[in-house]
Nanobody, 125 residues
Framework: QVQLVESGGGLVQAGDSLRLSCAASGRTFSSWTMGWFRQAPGKEREFVAVISWSEGSTDYADSVKGRFTISRDNAKNMVYLQMNSLKPEDTAVYYC??????????????????WGQGTQVTVSS
């Protein structure tokens, strides 16, 4: 059974930084592609960042490129999202997701079978 638990969200000011963490259960974590998505009130869930199982490939939404960094520690079954220079438009619930089938990175939420419960990030201006 796969379980994902996010943590690290909070209320910050514009320009601040936060690091989100996602703890995953599952013996084959190291073979999963892991992604971060976010959903603001009244909006669709959108892609933020993804990292392949081997850390060889990463991809970012244009809106966060250069400010956010995704990383993983396969030994600890953890995925991280370092968020710098936060903006009010980054305010959303952030979700960790696991792609346990298929290969490579993906920006499509439909390719991810498992999701965490989400963590709220609020950026004030």
């Amino acid at each position: 059974q796969v379980q994902l638990v996010e943590s690290g969200g909070g209320l910050v000011q514009a320009g601040d930084s936060l690091r989100l963490s996602c703890a995953a259960s599952g013996r084959t974590f190291s073979s999963w592609t892991m992604g971060w998505f976010r959903q603001a009130p009244g909006k669709e869930r959108e892609f933020v960042a993804v990292i392949s199982w081997s850390e060889g490939s990463t991809d970012y939404a244009d809106s966060v490129k250069g400010r956010f960094t995704i990383s993983r520690d396969n030994a600890k079954n953890m995925v991280y999202l370092q968020m710098n220079s936060l903006k009010p438009e980054d305010t959303a619930v952030y979700y960790c997701a696991a792609r346990t089938a298929g290969w490579g990175t993906s920006r499509s939420k439909y390719d991810y079978a498992y999701w965490g419960q989400g963590t709220q990030v609020t950026v004030s201006s």
